[in-house]
């Protein structure tokens, strides 16, 4: 089972900024690759998506102009920076990556999963 590793999260201030990371295996076929989170008692949701050939990538409308998802396929690394945190941005923060073509924020689309890493925001 293909196992995706977050790193990166932590405990912040409003108006603070965290760097999210994930390693893909070397072996893992992925055509898109997004972060989603995830707060207790609620859904999943999409946070932002990338196609990792093109490095097109989408947000939600919650996050735009304050987050960045970008991709290393070097390095076979995904990542979320996140700037002028706010209160509502605290959930566990899940990485995953899809075979299927079509990249749209929907988790039943994506093939692997990270265990997923906490991110806290204090007002």
């Known amino acids: 089972q293909v196992q995706l590793v977050e790193s990166g999260g932590g405990s912040v201030q409003a108006g603070g900024s965290l760097r999210l990371s994930c390693a893909a295996p070397?072996?893992?076929?992925?055509?898109?690759m997004a972060w989603f989170r995830q707060t207790p008692g609620k859904e999943r949701e999409g946070v932002a998506r990338?196609?990792?050939?093109?490095?097109?990538?989408t947000y939600a409308d919650s996050v735009k102009g304050r987050f960045t998802i970008s991709r290393d396929n070097a390095k076979k690394m995904l990542y979320l920076e996140m700037n002028n945190l706010k209160p509502e941005d605290t959930a566990m923060y899940y990485c995953?990556?899809?075979?299927?073509?079509?990249?749209?924020?929907?988790?039943?689309?994506?093939?692997?999963w990270g265990q997923g890493t906490q991110v806290t925001v204090s007002s």
């Open positions: 995953a990556a899809g075979k299927s073509t079509f990249c749209l924020l929907r988790t039943d689309l994506f093939d692997y």
């Open positions: 990338i196609y990792i050939t093109t490095g097109t990538a």
């Open positions: 070397g072996n893992t076929y992925r055509v898109c």
